[in-house]
């Protein structure tokens, strides 16, 4: 590799870390033909997981960081003080193909800034995706950032070639969107998020290629005033209206030369953390966003406990439950107890009056579980006092046991 791509490297891969949904779940198992590229089958050496645990390699870069937009939260805004650089398409496909055959990457996650126009910047992002699909025979998972005020023609065309396609929202409100990024419009972005959730429903349905592993999105976490409350209310009405694979939340970073309209400092790390526990409350455990907020004060998740246990302390009459006649959606509120060790509970005990041993041999979260429990052998003091309970399970959450 020249020195002058080495340079274009350096830039563009720094410039795309704050891009945090560039996981690859969803995707499908895929084997490149003879004399192919790529390969979804493998295990890589980076940082994207699939459900079934497998981590895929991704080249991770921007196509460009130069932007006609001056977002306030982005470094890579129009008024920012950074070194730029830009990768032609060709120069793309040839880093991704030659880092596939080193085995560096099994895949690709390509963002870029605004250069231009929104379509010809879609169009370049597109042309990537097809030259490695149709000219190399690459298989590996790609994955595209996709331009919102691009013609949804192109959006089309990019889906027929990418596993996955994002939009990201950036903020919870339109409000701040309108102050922190006045070129962006959160109905334009909300209407493409729609027509993609159209067309991978359509693809499925007429068992066509468009996008199978779905789309995702990202929020930006504490560069504006919204509550978690207001930023888990917005991702359940992602899920529900436009079918969201998944929402990911990156806790503001200050940037250099920010905006006077930025806070100096940074959210703590764990109310990133705690969105994503709720997060996954919201996706997997029946939870309300109403419920999960609730076991904190003003709208904002608690940070010294994970919200499961949050909600079973602010709801103690429930518990302790028994394991071998509660209902699934109630153990699925045992702080301790995760999806497949309830579903490996409610299986077992149709066979057998469970003991605690046998719970510890279905859950490795049996001692969070433990004092949330009734089991044949086992039965806790009925968690009527909230504060006694927090003095009891405090060393626990010290150790790290909760949260």
């Known amino acids: 590799m020249d020195e002058r791509l080495q340079r274009k490297l350096r830039v563009l891969a720094d410039a795309a870390k704050y891009d945090a949904s560039c996981a690859s779940s969803g995707a499908p198992r895929r084997k490149a033909a003879p004399g192919g590229l790529g390969s979804t089958t493998g295990s890589g050496i980076c940082h994207a997981y699939t459900p079934d645990g497998r981590c895929v390699s991704l080249l991770k870069i921007l196509l460009t960081n130069y932007c006609l937009f001056d977002c306030a939260y982005c470094v890579n805004r129009r008024s920012s003080n950074v070194e730029r650089a830009r990768f032609s398409v060709d120069e793309v496909v040839m880093l991704t193909t030659e880092f596939y055959k080193r085995n560096y ?13 929104p379509d010809y910047t879609m169009e370049q992002m597109m042309l ?36 996955r396609m994002s939009i990201n929202l950036e903020l919870p409100s339109a409000a701040s969107l309108a102050r922190l990024a006045p070129e962006k419009d959160s109905s334009t972005i909300d209407a493409a998020m729609g027509q993609m959730h159209e067309r991978i429903v359509e693809a499925k349905a007429e068992r066509r290629r468009f996008a199978p592993a779905g789309q995702s999105t990202q929020m930006i976490v504490g560069a504006d005033d919204a509550t978690d409350l207001s930023v888990l209310e917005t991702s359940a009405r ?12 990156s806790a503001f970073s200050p940037i250099p030369e920010a905006s006077a309209a930025l806070p100096v400092k940074p959210p703590p790390l764990q109310r990133e953390n705690r969105l994503y526990q709720a997060d996954w409350l919201l996706r997997y455990y029946g939870f309300a966003v109403e419920e ?7 709208g904002m998740l608690d940070l ?47 066979h057998t009056t469970l003991r605690l041993e046998d719970v510890a041999r279905l859950s490795p979260g049996l001692r969070r ?21 927090r003095e009891r399970i405090q060393p626990a959450v010290q150790l790290g046991l909760f949260g």
């Open 105 to 117: 990457i099994e895949g690709l996650f390509l963002s870029s800034g605004i250069i231009r126009s």
């Open 128 to 163: 990537v995706a097809r030259k490695l699909r149709r000219d190399h025979g690459f298989a590996g998972y790609i994955h595209l950032k996709t331009i919102p005020e691009a013609s949804p023609w192109l959006i089309e065309q990019a889906g027929l070639w990418a596993d």
């Open 238 to 249: 992602l899920y529900g209206a436009h079918g969201m694979k998944r929402v990911y939340y």
């Open 292 to 298: 999960i907020a609730a076991g904190g004060a003003g």
């Open 304 to 350: 010294e406990i994970d919200p499961k246990l949050a909600w079973a302390l602010k709801h103690r009459q429930h518990f302790p439950v028994d394991v071998n006649n509660a209902a699934r959606e109630m153990l699925l509120r045992v702080p301790g107890l995760g999806k497949r060790a309830v579903d490996k509970i409610v299986a077992a005990r149709r």
């Open 369 to 389: 579980a433990r004092p949330f429990l009734i089991a044949a052998d086992h039965s806790p003091l009925r968690l009527t006092d909230r504060a006694d309970l």
